[in-house]
């Protein structure tokens, strides 16, 4: 579904990518580990078309993506939950989630939505910033699916939730996957990463230094957490 072939990035004349290679298949839950600073957030953003500064190849469907600007990135179902969410001060939580235009016909209906995220329904007249840090996540990651994004590209959903909230965006990682979505995520959190995602990927540098399927990567926490540092 995602093919990245030698992908350099740089910011200027620092280089923040190093002949990344990479792939997720339709239906496949993938993580990104790394310390700070290894790329991660500069290789979704790649993806999306939101960093230009890029050499290599991106192919997403069979379609190369060296000439597709970011706006038809997301109407191709490349769906980008940003780290800080994105969602709009002056809207409310119903205005947010149906602001980005329906993509696919794999779209969540509102209802599936409210069904899943019953804490937006509650909340849906209530203007976006006056919820939680937890809620304001799970309503970026609804948008997307409201949007019919087919592979989601989450940054760091988890980072700084109460433990009750990241169990919740477990079990919405869960749901995505066996309705034949795809996510593509970035996860500081090791033992988390190892409860949603069938392949992990390891980056230092910018560069991809391991690849590990799930039972590597839990037989190899201990030690990843060390070398790592995170
Ligand atoms: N706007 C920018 N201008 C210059 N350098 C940048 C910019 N954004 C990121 N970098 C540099 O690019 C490299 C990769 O950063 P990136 O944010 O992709 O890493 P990351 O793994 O996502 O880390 P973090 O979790 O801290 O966001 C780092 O060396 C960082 O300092």
Redesign the pocket.
């Given at each position: 579904m995602l093919e990245i072939r030698g992908l350099d990035a740089w910011?200027?004349e620092?280089q923040?990518l190093r002949g990344v290679d990479l792939e997720v298949h339709a239906g496949e839950v993938v993580t990104l580990v790394?310390?700070?600073?290894?790329?991660?957030?500069?290789?979704l953003r790649s993806v999306m078309g939101l960093h230009r500064q890029v050499s290599g190849s991106i192919v997403f469907d069979g379609t190369d993506l060296a000439k597709v600007p970011a706006h038809r990135r997301a109407r191709m179902g490349l769906g980008w939950v940003q780290?800080d969410r994105g969602i709009y001060a002056s809207l409310t939580v119903e205005e947010n989630l149906l602001l980005p235009p329906v993509v696919s016909d794999s779209a969540w209906s509102t209802e599936k939505v409210y069904d899943a995220f019953p804490v937006l329904a509650d909340r849906r007249r209530a203007p976006g910033t006056t919820l939680s840090g937890g809620e304001q996540q799970m309503l970026a990651i609804a948008r997307v699916l409201r949007s019919g994004a087919r592979m989601l590209l989450l940054d760091?959903p988890t980072e700084g939730l109460a433990p009750v909230i990241v169990s919740r965006i477990r079990d919405i990682i869960h749901e995505v996957r066996s309705t034949g979505g795809t996510v593509l995520l970035?996860e500081?959190n090791v033992k988390f990463a190892a409860t949603v995602a069938d392949r992990h990927y390891l980056?230092a540098q910018?560069a991809v230094v391991e690849s590990l399927d799930n039972a590597d990567f839990q037989a190899r926490q201990g030690e990843l957490l060390e070398h790592l540092g995170i």
């Open positions: 910011y200027g620092a923040a790394g310390r700070n600073g290894a790329g991660k957030t500069t290789l780290d760091e970035i500081q980056l910018g």
